[in-house]
């Protein structure tokens, strides 16, 4: 049998998403077994180990154990991904990458918070102007966190039926518990609407209460991200159930300007250049321009040039400025 060490590193390589450590004391495991003699059970765990290293090699998610994939009702309620988005990639104001930093800090050491009676930070609010990566953020802390990325499908968690949308709610937070991740509730003012609304119906009433009760009694080791554009009519309630709330704005001139520099990083574009386009660029959000710089980008690979021409790069921008004020 194992013994206390090994089985004490195999539950500290889950915890910590070590898939090369996991791997590597199962195999540990097995070769004890072999030489008591058990060469049946040794082989079968050989044969469980090398199946978890054939689906790391197809998750491709970076030596953590992969989580099976949502199944039966799960299957329709959450999208499952494995992102691979990091932090420096994401051009941020200082005080959201701050907030960040802090998240993924204090997930990482959450143990050592736990030792000394405090929780990390898992409920978060994202709330801002669409385009501005507040999804992106999502796939950001799942990537550094080595985390399972799940986004919530609200076209099948909302329905008609009385109490069905609540109960759907509650297999989500029970997945919560089972399988650690990052969980997305994008648009997430469906369901988080102010209950006095003068649209209000008594279904949605219930549901709004159900996230409440679930998100305030839940301990599971997965981050709940809601995301919303319309910070203004979201339930006050909801503010004190999340442990931060990110505000996210358009983007500055200089957070244009490295925008458009680290999308095109790999084409020539030269400072007078990289101004015009960021004057601009003025108002559209972090989503906008990077489709303009891809849009760039191709014609670029198309004509087999290793530059941008800023009429294309200024083409591309005045499409999407059009695109956002077709009156203007």
Request: neutral net charge.
């Amino acid at each position: 049998m194992a013994t206390a060490q090994q089985l004490k590193a195999l539950l500290q390589s889950y915890s910590e998403a070590d898939g090369e450590m996991f791997v590597s004391v199962a195999l540990q495991i097995a070769a004890h077994e072999a030489r008591s003699g058990r060469d049946k059970f040794a082989a079968e765990l050989k044969q469980l180990v090398d199946e978890i290293k054939g689906k790391q090699r197809t998750a491709k998610v970076g030596g953590a154990v992969p989580m099976a994939r949502p199944t039966g009702e799960l299957a329709t309620l959450l999208s499952a991904t494995y992102p691979h988005t990091k932090l420096s990639e994401m051009v941020l104001a200082p005080s959201q990458r701050e907030s960040l930093e802090q998240i993924i800090r204090e997930y990482r050491q959450q143990s050592k918070l736990r030792e000394h009676g405090l929780s990390a930070r898992r409920k978060i609010l994202l709330v801002g102007p669409p385009g501005v990566g507040k999804t992106m953020t999502s796939w950001t802390l799942a990537g550094e966190l080595k985390l399972p990325h799940f986004a919530v499908q609200l076209h099948s968690l909302i329905t008609k039926y009385m109490g069905e949308t609540a109960a759907k709610l509650f297999a989500i937070f029970e997945s919560m518990r089972h399988a650690r991740g990052v969980y997305l509730f994008d648009e997430f003012d469906a369901i988080g609407s102010m209950r006095a609304g003068s649209n209000d119906v008594g279904e949605i009433r219930r549901v709004l209460n159900s996230f409440l009760q679930f998100l305030e009694q839940d301990d599971s080791d997965s981050l709940v991200i809601a995301a919303t554009n319309l910070e203004e009519i979201l339930d006050d309630a909801l503010f004190r159930r999340f442990d931060d709330v990110i505000r996210y704005k358009m983007p500055s001139e200089s957070e244009l300007s490295s925008l458009v520099f680290n999308r095109l990083a790999a084409f020539q574009l030269s400072n007078a250049d990289l101004m015009q386009v960021t004057d601009a660029a003025r108002g559209l959000s972090h989503a906008e321009v990077c489709r303009a710089c891809d849009e760039a980008a191709k014609m670029a690979v198309l004509n087999d040039r290793r530059y941008i021409i800023i009429e294309d790069m200024l083409r591309a921008v005045g499409s999407r400025q059009e695109r956002k004020h077709p009156m203007r």
